[in-house]
């Protein structure tokens, strides 16, 4: 076990070294120099020539690029130009936010989609199982935008019972936070429904048709009992590692949702410095993203054994 | 007495009420041992099921009754079935890879059955489990109790499974091709455990099979199905010895027959030598762990004729699909020298070697391409043929197709022709550049009875007509009899024995041949002719 | 399932002929402002009423469902093109050129495709042009790993080692055989990617990193709509729905194509 996941951790850095490459060429990539794009036309040669050996740009590139990761290595990401605040504490705290929403969004769409596939499954071609398939492939086809949007409309504006706009962390006052954020996590939870939905259906249909689940049957095993032991396990299992998928487009996509229910969450960092050139935290979340994917692909993997015990990490 | 009986059953496909099963009626007695004998399409594991009220979904039982043990099965609740399914009667299921549940420990699954019907307490459960384990011969019951039936190979499993049925000692044992995907001498472990539980028990035994060995080695009455019709019925000799009916008499006659005489030893240099030859595989890398290297060949020696056929045998794991690939330089070889008409092919992608030689797979549904048509399939050798000109190749293709028995086919598609066919289709495919040397890799065993008599008989002629030299590669001995004239058994890489077709059928010196023909059933013909079946 | 491909085909067929006209005509000219018919609310006259500026709501969606169909096309035209000669290549020569090839493509699959796009936003910049190639780029590395894994799995099939039998060269192995029953799954995964691409386009112009204003496209009107939300709900809901129906149209679309290309069902 520990092996293995030393040996997955191994892995990942090729993959981190490829992602720091890219993301520290990006800045270099942009046309025109770096400092006079983040500092604008007023920048007077002083102010620049600082800036420019604050950000070690005085340098030749690979020594940049050391430089660079030395510093990522423990664990500086640089500063913030708009504000001059380090760059790691700032992802870490607006972080939080966003972890919360996807953790608890991803969770509850897993709780109702699975259930949910499988009943369709079971049931195959009938009008539960249209309504179900429907409802899922309807729900993947609303842009979570929108769909926070239309759920502002009705539950903030028209019949007022949740908040609109605003953020109060939890450490302050839980049930006003638990406001705040139960739009945002109902919108992407029913997003994720739909991609889930399908996916446990799909992975039920097939797991249904096999021998052992006729084999249980024959032996005069209940149909619940059919479906939570014999079915549900093995459908789980592939559903499972899209469960790694999903909490990735989540981050990537949560930009939008920070935005229409106005949270001060990782997205809208980002958003916000490529709109301010802050280029170090750009880059500080763009890295610190694929480090989080990376570390939950990883995590997602080492659980599969858990209910595939076909697949061991001897 | 009468344990089951099933009164004109018939079944339907709900969404287009295609008939499967049609006015079928039969009986079992206490502690009888009934077959159910048919080809694909004749509606035996459907009868079968709905036996057990478990029919695939996308059919529906459409009339006839069925009493098990003097209950209509007709007039029970879904929770009396449910009763009835352990105790009354169990199944036993063809694929033992997907029969059992991956995700649940081998204990588990057996308990389920006990904790579900008898009311006992843990610790009885666990030693009645280990006792059944025990009995169907596996060796350490406690580990097995609790490993994951990933573990075991397929023969292990289908005792697991046998065991998990039998544990509830059912009346009636409900077994569907249980051995159809085992090799020739774990089959014949299996079974003789099966029908040795079954008569500790005083189990009925219902037996759904294509095996007409089987057949009569195992059960006292059969009953012959055909495209969901009943053909004939009766006890197993008139069923084998006096059949009746004209479709009957085609299946009894399809076992192959070892053939009047082998053709002539050829004399002078072979076509094909093989010295020493080695094959290994360096270990796989999965998805979490390498597999350890093996070596799937190891140091063969063989000589093949021209025009000459030599059969391979041996048991899965034996080595003998890689010898035919390796042959045909197809996998890379680690040892050894390949000589074609004396010239070393070893190391060289030889031109020539490559355009004289051929290779019939086994599955016809995956060796064809599915987006060409046949006609392009059979002239895909032909590009190879120097000078040819179109229309001289389209006439060979026509010829070609016309002597595979599918003149007029060239414009379909794989997809729409019968496995049969679809094998026909290879073959040609094999023959059209008149090789001098072919490998067939099991090149029956996935096709029905009758149909395996037809495309053996077929391969035979384009022999004696080609005069291509062929290795066939088998685990069925009763097809190695028929068109072998020098038999090679295979056991863990090397050759074991080899000899004339005669020597190693009727004379066998190596204790595996000697199991492997044990194994095998044979049916005594009143000692006018002997044939065994197909395994 | 033949209702998914009927209803499908009938958005689509919407979508198209919207994108079609509104290339040639449009009820109003998209970019008038006429300050006297502002927030108007859906009327015989504005079918979908008027937004702050007094445009013409139906005539702006009409405009924007061109500019999604054309940024959609060409980006999946550029990453199956792209995807499919690169993936082609890895599964095809395999060792250490696949290797190098599936480490970037790992890489890049590390960053959630929308956050790829937007990194390379910053650098080509908020237009047409920037985000097509800056989506392209980002969905390469799916089309990469679909086409290489099908390679793969094709190139194992015994009818293509039939072909080897045959004496068929490699190349020509792969021309006649791989390469033509690779075709079902990239055009699976390009219908459902055509989908992704019109998602991803209206989120970014969402965000202001699409398509600036005051060029329609349904993302950046949504986000215009954003502050009249309670008293003009019209300029998001119609703007939205279109979306939505478009990526139902595809998504029944996709479903039916993966129907008809699955090989269980071609065999029955």
């Not at chain 2, 009455?221 to 004209?246: C, D, H, N, Y």
């Not at chain 3, 989120?203 to 954003?226: I, K």
Request: aromatic share 6%; charged share 20%.
């Amino acid at each position: 076990m520990l092996g293995y996941l030393a040996r997955r951790l191994l892995m990942t850095i090729p993959t981190l070294l490829l992602v720091a490459i890219g993301v520290f060429a990006l800045v270099r990539l942009i046309p025109g120099d770096p400092v006079q794009v983040m500092l604008g036309d007023a920048a007077d040669p002083a102010q620049a020539a600082q800036l420019r050996a604050q950000l070690g740009l005085d340098q030749p590139i690979p020594v940049q690029f050391m430089h660079w990761i030395a510093k990522l290595a423990t664990g500086d990401f640089g500063h913030s130009i708009t504000n001059n605040l380090a760059v790691l504490p700032l992802i870490l705290e607006r972080f939080q936010v966003s972890a919360v929403i996807v953790l608890v969004a991803v969770a509850a769409a897993a709780c109702i989609a699975v259930p949910a596939g499988l009943v369709a499954a079971w049931k195959q071609n009938s009008l539960l199982d249209l309504s179900v398939v429907g409802g899922a492939t309807l729900l993947l086809s609303i842009p979570s935008f929108w769909l926070g949007l239309l759920l502002l409309l009705l539950f903030g504006l028209k019949l007022k019972w949740l908040p609109v706009i605003g953020y109060v962390p939890f450490t302050e006052n839980f049930w006003q936070a638990a406001a705040f954020i139960v739009l945002p996590i109902a919108t992407l939870t029913m997003v994720e429904i739909g991609v889930l939905t399908r996916m446990a259906r799909a992975a039920s249909i097939e797991v249904l048709r096999l021998e052992y689940v006729t084999h249980a049957r024959a032996k005069g095993v209940p149909e619940w009992r059919v479906l939570a032991r014999h079915v549900l396990p093995n459908a789980f299992a592939p559903t499972w590692t899209l469960i790694g998928l999903v909490l990735g487009h989540l981050l990537g996509g949560i930009a939008v949702i920070e935005t229409v229910f106005t949270l001060p969450g990782l997205g809208r960092l980002l958003v916000d410095s490529i709109f301010a050139r802050d280029y170090p935290v750009v880059q500080g979340c763009l890295l610190f993203t694929a480090v989080i994917y990376v570390v939950v692909n990883l995590i997602v993997d080492l659980c599969y054994p858990l209910f595939d015990p076909r697949v061991t990490v001897a | 007495m009468t344990l089951l009986s099933v009164e004109n059953l018939r079944i339907e496909v709900s969404a287009n009420k295609a008939v499967i099963v049609d006015d079928v009626s039969f009986a079992v007695e206490r502690g009888e041992f009934l077959a159910v004998v048919g080809e694909s399409g004749s509606g035996k594991t459907a009868a079968a099921r709905a036996v057990l009220g478990l029919l695939p979904s996308g059919l529906r039982k459409a009339g006839g009754r069925i009493v098990l043990d003097g209950i209509d099965l007709a007039k029970v609740s879904a929770r009396q079935m449910r009763a009835l399914r352990g105790p009354t009667v169990g199944m036993v299921f063809q694929e033992p890879m997907v029969s059992l549940n991956p995700a649940i420990s081998v204990g588990a699954q057996m308990a389920e059955g006990l904790g579900l019907h008898e009311r006992l307490g843990k610790r009885e459960i666990r030693g009645r489990c280990l006792d059944m384990l025990a009995r169907v011969q596996i060796r350490d019951p406690e580990r097995t109790f609790d490993a994951y039936p990933h573990e075991f190979s397929g023969g292990m499993r289908q005792r697991i499974m046998l065991a998990s049925v039998m544990l509830l000692k059912p009346k009636l044992l409900i077994a569907d091709e249980p051995t159809t995907a085992l090799d020739t001498l774990t089959q014949r472990e299996v079974l003789d455990l099966m029908v040795g539980l079954a008569r500790d028990h005083g189990t009925s035994v219902l037996l759904i099979t294509h095996n007409l060995g089987l057949v009569s080695r195992y059960a006292q009455r059969a009953l012959v199905l055909r495209q969901g019709k009943m053909v004939e019925t009766g006890t197993t000799r008139q069923i084998l010895f006096s059949p009746q009916q004209a479709y009957t008499r085609r299946l009894v006659e399809a076992l192959p027959r070892r053939g009047a005489t082998t053709k002539a030893q050829q004399v002078g240099e072979p076509l094909v030598s093989v010295r020493d030859l080695k094959v290994g595989f360096a270990g796989r890398q999965r998805l979490f762990r390498r597999d350890t290297g093996v070596s799937a060949v190891n140091g063969v020696d063989l000589d093949i004729a021209a025009g000459e056929t030599v059969a391979v045998v041996g048991g899965s794991g034996s080595g003998k699909t890689t010898l035919g690939r390796a042959m045909l330089r197809l996998i890379p070889t680690s040892g050894g020298a390949i000589r074609f008409r004396g010239r070393d092919v070893t190391a060289t992608t030889d031109r020539e070697f490559r355009l004289a030689s051929q290779l019939v797979f086994q599955d016809p549904y995956s060796s064809l391409d599915p987006r060409m048509r046949v006609g392009e399939l059979v002239a895909e050798p032909l590009r190879h043929v120097p000078h040819l000109a179109a229309g001289e190749r389209d006439r060979r293709v026509e010829a070609m197709l016309e002597e595979v028995g599918l003149a007029g086919l060239g414009k379909r598609w794989p997809h729409e022709l019968s496995g049969g066919q679809r094998q026909r289709i290879a073959i040609a495919r094999a023959i059209v550049r008149e090789p001098a040397f072919v490998v067939a890799d099991e090149p029956v065993s996935a096709l029905d009875m009758t149909i395996q008599a037809q495309v053996l008989k077929l391969f035979e002629r384009l022999q004696l007509q080609y005069g291509f030299a062929c290795l066939f590669i088998s685990h069925d001995l009763a097809a190695v009899e028929q068109v072998a004239d020098r038999v090679v058994v295979m056991q863990g890489g090397r050759i074991v024995e080899q000899g004339s077709r005669d020597d190693i059928f009727d004379r066998p010196q190596h204790d595996y041949t000697k199991a492997l023909l044990a194994a095998a059933p044979v049916l005594d013909f009143d000692g006018a002719a002997t044939a065994r079946a197909s395994g | 399932m033949r209702a998914n491909t009927a209803i499908g085909s009938v958005l689509m067929v919407f979508l198209l002929g919207a994108a079609i006209t509104g290339a040639f005509w449009t009820p109003f000219d998209p970019l008038r402002i006429n300050l006297r018919a502002r927030l108007q609310a859906p009327s015989s006259l504005h079918w979908f009423g008027t937004d702050e500026f007094g445009r013409d709501v139906l005539s702006r969606v009409m405009v924007g469902a061109g500019a999604s169909v054309v940024i959609a096309v060409l980006t999946v035209l550029l990453a199956v093109t792209i995807g499919v000669m690169v993936g082609c290549t890895a599964g095809y020569i395999r060792g250490w050129v696949d290797r190098i090839i599936m480490a970037v493509t790992d890489a890049l699959l590390a960053f959630p495709g929308i956050l790829l796009a937007l990194a390379v936003m910053i650098v080509v910049g908020a237009n047409k042009t920037g985000l097509i190639l800056a989506l392209g780029l980002a969905y390469i590395p799916s089309v990469v790993r679909v086409v290489r894994g099908t390679v793969l799995s094709i190139r194992e099939k015994e009818y293509v080692e039939a072909s080897r039998v045959i004496g068929n060269s490699e190349v020509y192995s792969m021309m006649r055989h791989v390469m033509p029953n690779a075709i079902a799954p990239v055009a699976v995964l390009a219908t459902s990617m055509f989908g992704w691409v019109l998602l991803a386009e209206s989120a970014l112009s969402f965000l202001g990193l699409g398509v600036p204003p005051p060029a329609p496209t349904w993302g950046n009107m949504l986000a215009a709509s954003r502050p009249f939300m309670e008293t003009a709900a019209w300029l998001s809901i119609a703007p939205g729905l279109c979306i939505a129906l478009t990526l139902l149209g595809i998504n029944l679309l996709g479903d039916s194509l993966r129907d008809r290309l699955d090989p269980r069902m071609a065999q029955g």
